[in-house]
């Protein structure tokens, strides 16, 4: 089979003229892509709608109407026309990595949910696929890589099971770096950064509350990430939504140094703190020595409002490129688009192949 870097060096040898001859033979993926140097529109393909309005009301208060807050419940998961894949997009996609990245370090941070595993009814089985995993050890050992997840560092590494990466859990206020063997063949685990150790208590107690508050919600779930919570409404009856807001919303009445925002199908209570994952991001650049260099060249890709925070950080910075996994439009601050997980493992895939090659492996 030619490979994707055989098949570009053809085309270009033939004068460039039949360069998108035949894009979906090479790249057997599809991928939506949109480039700009401000704030990207929707991704290519997508209809454009805006859910500006109602995202500026995701923090609850005590005065935020129930209709505003269901409003954007049923935001978090649209069921608009599907976008259509669009090859000369997937193209310009490699082509784009390939130049941006000349002389510089590729650092790889991934999503777990929605980005390397599908979104399921049920959260304790979000399996990524042996496939997945396979093509993510690949990565990890091409390049830095680091899995930032909202939920527990714990659960998402038993979700992954590689010990060949940085893993930021609770939305990056869990980090931990890869395991390390002695001689001795004894596993060191480095934990390097946990902000919000002083909320523990706390969590714990909300998390006890909140599931009994809400156990009268079929289909509700509480789940404890360690350093934030998540309130699962996927299998809730949307009839129920607004119940179940105002439930979450009476426990965190006593509790100000929670705050509560949405991401799809679930309600996120975190600390106050001012730490994201796009921090996290940061803050792994810098452990990795790559702070203020201009030769390094991140690429996150994830699929929630929550990434959006990494997302607007690689746009502020210049640096590297966001890439948003949907299926559906969304405002984004991610440069590109992939509709699902099996397109991030391609995607992930032929970026292992590229550097194999170029590196004569």
């Known amino acids: 089979m030619v490979s994707f870097l055989e098949e570009r060096a053809k085309n270009i040898g033939g004068g460039g003229q039949n360069i998108m001859t035949d894009a979906k033979s090479v790249l057997n993926m599809s991928i939506t892509v949109t480039v700009s140097a401000q704030k990207p529109p929707a991704p290519h393909g997508y209809i454009s709608i805006s859910t500006k309005r ?4 995701l923090e609850i208060n005590a005065g935020a109407r129930a209709s505003v807050w269901v409003d954007s419940m049923r935001a978090s998961s649209p069921t608009h026309i599907k976008s259509t894949p669009d090859d000369q997009g997937a193209w310009n996609m490699f082509e784009q990595i390939i130049d941006a990245s000349k002389g510089k370090q590729i650092i790889m941070f991934l999503d777990y949910d929605g980005t390397l595993s599908p ?5 304790d089985r979000a399996f990524m696929s042996n496939k997945m995993r396979k093509t993510v050890r690949k990565l990890a050992k091409c390049f830095p890589t680091a899995i930032v997840s909202g939920r527990c560092r714990d659960k998402v590494y038993k979700f992954v099971k590689l010990a060949e990466q940085y893993y930021a859990g609770s939305h990056g206020m869990d980090i931990k770096g890869p395991e390390k063997r002695s001689k001795t063949d004894k596993v060191t685990e480095h934990v390097i950064f946990q902000p919000a150790s002083e909320f523990l208590p706390m969590i714990d ?10 156990k009268s919600t079929p289909g509700a779930k509480v789940e404890n990430n360690k350093f934030c919570l998540s309130v699962h409404f996927r299998c809730v009856d949307e009839k129920k939504w607004s119940g179940l807001a105002q439930q979450v919303k009476s ?3 006593e509790y100000p140094k929670l705050r509560l925002t949405q991401g799809r199908k679930v309600l996120e209570i975190r600390p106050t703190i001012k730490w994201d994952k796009g921090k996290a991001l940061e803050f792994l650049l810098e452990s990795l020595g790559f702070a203020n260099c201009t030769d390094v060249f991140p690429v996150y890709i994830g699929d929630d409002r929550t990434d959006e925070d990494a997302f607007k950080i690689l746009r502020d910075r210049g640096q590297g490129f966001g890439i948003l996994v949907s299926k559906y439009p969304k405002d984004t601050n991610a440069s590109y ?5 099996d397109e991030v493992m391609d995607f992930l895939r032929r970026l292992v192949e590229w550097k194999q090659l170029s590196m004569g492996a």
């Open 54 to 57: 109602l995202l500026h009301n």
């Open 119 to 123: 979104i399921v009814e049920d959260p």
């Open 205 to 214: 107690e909300v998390y006890k509350q909140l599931v009994e508050t809400t």
């Open 251 to 253: 426990v965190l009445k």
């Open 337 to 341: 688009s992939l509709q699902e997980p």
